[in-house]
């Protein structure tokens, strides 16, 4: 069974910060990784999607990796806001059924300050 | 419609209350995924649709929960006899075909409380 875990769980940093996300996953088998926001009381917004054979998307100020055999992906969000703040989660998808079934983990809570 | 669309936002129900919750897909999307996720957990799968056939229901806790897409567009999600460990929030997604990359697009989710 496919186990996401990502760190740090939560980070606080004053507005203009670089900041890295890390998550890492048990299976390696799989085809895509995507990376979502969540802001509190809604649903998940898609920020990137990585297939398996590419190693990073960038989408303006954030960029994410993907290293597969090592079971890793990093989301780099440059020049931090304060409307960055909400949860980020990180999701593998493996195969089921004819589609991919993403695995979550249980997120990272950032807060950017003014 | 311009995205995905759940009903009701919110529901309470006393225990042992049945529930229906509605998910409306993006207009033509191929695939339905519903997650529960409990609070301060990311959300953990349900069961996944490819058109009206449920392809993977692996993810259902019990067999009080019960999900179908009968003409492959609008889902019902539907909880028997529910329990207080059923609280939580429950999101569907759907996703464009059969080809990938097979990005997901999620809805506002409907939040259960059991009381």
């Known amino acids: 069974k496919q186990e996401v875990t990502q760190i740090p769980a939560a980070l606080s940093v004053p507005e203009g910060e670089n900041l890295v996300l890390n998550c890492s996953f048990t299976d390696s088998a799989i085809y895509n990784l995507q990376w979502f926001r969540q802001d509190p009381g809604k649903g998940l917004t898609s920020l990137l999607l990585i297939q398996s054979s590419q190693r990073e998307q960038t989408s303006g100020r954030l960029n994410a990796s993907l290293d597969k055999s090592s079971g890793r992906s990093t989301l780099y969000i440059a020049a931090s806001q304060p409307g960055d703040s909400a949860t980020y989660l990180c999701?593998?998808?493996?195969?089921?059924?004819?589609?991919?079934?993403?695995?979550f983990g249980r997120g990272t809570s950032l807060i950017v300050h003014p | 419609g311009a995205g995905v669309s759940q009903s009701p936002r919110y529901k309470v129900a006393k225990r042992g209350q049945d529930v229906a919750l509605r998910c409306d897909p993006i207009s033509g999307h191929v695939s339905l995924f519903w997650y529960q996720q409990a609070l301060g957990q990311g959300p953990e799968f349900l069961t996944y649709?490819?058109?009206?056939?449920?392809?993977?229901k692996s993810g259902l806790p019990s067999d009080r929960f019960f999900a179908e897409r009968p003409e492959g567009s609008v889902s019902t999600l539907k909880i028997q006899r529910t329990q207080q460990e059923d609280s939580a929030v429950y999101l569907c997604?759907?996703?464009?075909?059969?080809?990938?990359?097979?990005?997901?697009?999620f809805g506002p989710g409907t939040r259960l409380t059991v009381t």
């Open positions: 649709f490819q058109n009206e056939a449920q392809l993977d």
């Open positions: 999701a593998p998808g493996g195969a089921s059924g004819g589609s991919y079934i993403p695995t």
């Open positions: 997604a759907s996703s464009s075909g059969l080809a990938g990359p097979y990005e997901q697009y």
